[in-house]
């Protein structure tokens, strides 16, 4: 990389978002730089990029889906060094000391960082981070897959994996997009019986290629309903952005079943009481996960042949890539190439 690298900024609320040019200063004590190759872009990357949260400090560069190479290493980082391959996902450092982060729950600590929002994000051909939200890239695995592991890639991997469903047990999969795509990936891979749900007819023999056993058009069919005919649902992981259809879907679920919102909006959750205590229903969600989680994600993407579906557009088109991702055109992960290495 050159003395001066590339950044994508929003210089105020709802403003464009711009190219700036700059020299990256060298990173502080226990914090690496590193040189981008890819960044991906994200549904929370439209919040961050629209830049009306309050305390806003301005200039605002997105980004927490980031892929690359270490430039340059501050003093007491240990374990890494420059040329190392690493991802940058929405964890993006901890505090180290409180009991979320002493009890290995780093993504919950009070002083959690996020990338775009605690720091500069990767919308930019260097970032800067501290070197514990650094997770290791495998050789296997090209920077541009790698990328929407920080995110996309550890949050499905998790919610699948940690609900300790039993074996060949059932997972249905409510929305095939950026996150709906991998989950049926890891569901298909952890072993179980993957169903996709989603609009329209047109996604059914793509869900099939990525490993769903069923497809239920939700445009046609009550999805709850169709999942009950399946013999119901052991775990429902919900990566659409609209609540509106958690009710429904409820009805799908077997007796002890788990339902993980991973997809939000603003709207709220209505559960009938008694459906839940009656069925032994469990409602919750799930943010993201750690570095190391980011690490094992990537690693059994490797080992299953597990990879994001990505439409490549330049960094200099962040951007147009934020009005894509806002019409829903992508399909499924849109990842910006920074051009370094």
């Known amino acids: 990389m050159s003395d001066t690298s590339v950044t994508m900024v929003v210089n105020e609320s709802r403003g464009a978002v711009r190219t700036a040019i700059g020299t990256p200063a060298p990173p502080a004590a226990r914090w690496v730089r590193v040189s981008v190759t890819a960044s991906g872009v994200c549904n929370a990357d439209i919040a961050t990029a629209a830049a009306t949260g309050p305390g806003t400090v301005f200039p605002v560069t997105p980004g927490h889906e980031v892929a690359g190479v270490i430039a340059e290493v501050g003093d007491q980082v240990e374990g890494w060094s420059v040329g190392d391959r690493v991802a940058v996902g929405w964890f993006g450092g901890s505090c180290g000391h409180c009991s979320f982060c002493r009890t290995g729950d780093v993504v919950h600590c009070p002083e959690r960082k996020v990338p775009g929002l605690s720091y500069p994000g990767g919308w930019a051909q260097s970032i800067t ?17 790698a990328a929407p592991f920080g995110c996309a890639g550890v949050t499905t991997f998790n919610a699948v994996r940690k609900a300790r469903i039993r074996a060949g047990g059932r997972v249905a999969v409510f929305g095939i997009g950026g996150l709906g795509h991998l989950a049926v990936q890891f569901a298909a891979g952890l072993g179980y019986e993957a169903v996709a749900i989603a609009r329209g007819a047109e996604r059914g023999p793509l869900s099939r290629e990525l490993g769903a056993r069923h497809y239920i058009d939700s445009d046609a069919h009550a999805p ?54 009656m069925n032994a229903h469990t409602v919750t969600g799930h943010l993201t996960g750690s570095a190391q989680e980011t690490e094992q994600a990537m690693e059994f993407a490797v080992t299953n042949d597990i990879r994001p579906m990505t439409e490549r557009m330049p960094l200099e088109q962040a951007g147009d890539a934020v009005t894509r991702l806002r019409s829903g055109a992508p399909r499924f992960r849109i990842v910006l190439d920074a051009g370094g290495e």
């Not at 429904?248 to 009481?273: F, I, K, M, Q, W």
Request: no cysteine; aromatic share 2%; net charge negative.
């Open 129 to 145: 981070v501290p070197a514990d939200a650094l997770a290791r890239v495998p050789d296997e695995l090209d920077l541009f897959d």
């Open 224 to 277: 709850g309903a169709a999942l009950k005919e399946l013999g119901g649902a052991d775990l429902i992981v919900y990566t659409a952005s609209s609540t509106a259809p958690v009710n429904e879907l409820l009805t799908g679920l077997n007796t002890h079943g788990r339902l993980t919102l991973v997809g939000v909006d603003a709207g709220s959750v209505t559960v009938p009481a008694a459906q839940l205590v």
